[in-house]
């Protein structure tokens, strides 16, 4: 015999989400539709996207010279730009640079050459970065290049050879015709011809070369292979241009030893500091240590 279930009644029909609207009533929208484009009832709007990140600033230097810009390094060359900007550096300060530069050669040469290349090349550079740096010099700063004994004069000794070498292929003809035959006037004239052409153009190739080696050394605290290195690789990118540029600051700094010598001590402080603004262009500003 079935059992019969007694009767359920059904059960009351779900009201829509959204009532119908009434007569003359816009119908109201489905706040219960998902998608990507469904409004949401009483949210907030999406926020606005975050500003772009603002690029990184410069290193500063001591004095807030920013250390970027040409500062980083810009790897041109130019000439006229690093006289310029070499002259601006000293300018202010020429009693300084000049006395300087007079009590470095004169040390220089009471010792026979042994503290020149700290003093007078390590020394005035650091002096000159110092100015840049700092915005102030001092006749003692050149004292500062006795950081850089070691390196300098171990860069000396590795530079002589190349340099009596050079200087054997530019004067050995002459000395060679006057030994030999003295009265002849054609072979004396030939042997100066070379000496002029040959020797000069192998003497401002060297010098291009070796241009940042001592820079390199005031700046970094930096042995000397590694300053002979970096110089070579940036004078390898522009040899012609290199070359122009030695040549032109030997002329500077002999125009000065014409002028009775005095001119010597603003030409000479005025082409060390050209060329620290030339070693900036090409190494940057950033790293620069003067104080160690």
């Given at each position: ?171 050995g ?18 042997a ?9 153009v ?6 291009a070369?070796i ?27 522009n ?54």
């Amino acid at each position: 015999m079935e059992q019969q279930l007694p009767d359920v009644p059904p059960a009351p029909p779900v009201p829509p989400a959204t009532p119908p609207p009434l007569e003359g009533e816009a119908p109201a929208e489905d706040v219960t539709a998902v998608g990507p484009t469904a409004p949401v009832a009483g949210a907030y709007p999406a926020p606005p996207p975050p500003p772009p990140l603002a690029p990184p600033l410069s290193p500063m230097s001591p004095l807030g010279v920013d250390m970027g810009g040409r500062y980083a390094g810009t790897g041109e060359v130019d000439l006229g730009g690093w006289l310029t900007r070499g002259w601006e550096t000293i300018k202010d300060d020429l009693v300084a640079f000049g006395v300087a530069t007079l009590c470095a050669g004169l040390l220089g040469l009471l010792t026979c050459g042994v503290l020149a290349p700290a003093l007078t090349s390590c020394g005035m550079a650091m002096m000159a970065f110092r100015k840049i740096l700092y915005g102030q010099v001092e006749i003692g700063n050149f004292w500062d290049g006795m950081k850089r004994f070691v390196p300098a004069i171990l860069a000396l000794l590795l530079l002589i050879i190349p340099a009596l070498l050079i200087q054997g292929v530019s004067v050995g003809p002459g000395l060679a015709v006057a030994a030999i035959d003295p009265n002849n006037q054609g072979l004396m004239m030939a042997a100066n011809l070379w000496n002029m052409g040959i020797g000069t153009v192998l003497q401002v190739v060297f010098q291009a070369a070796i241009l940042f080696v001592f820079v390199h050394i005031a700046a970094r605290n930096v042995g000397p292979i590694e300053a002979l290195q970096a110089s070579w690789d940036v004078f390898r990118r522009n040899p012609l241009m290199f070359c122009l540029v030695t040549f032109v600051y030997q002329i500077v700094a002999s125009l000065g030893a014409i002028a009775c010598l005095v001119g010597l001590f603003v030409t000479a402080p005025l082409v060390m500091a050209a060329t620290v603004h030339a070693y900036i262009d090409h190494f940057g500003l950033q790293g620069v240590d003067i104080e160690t």
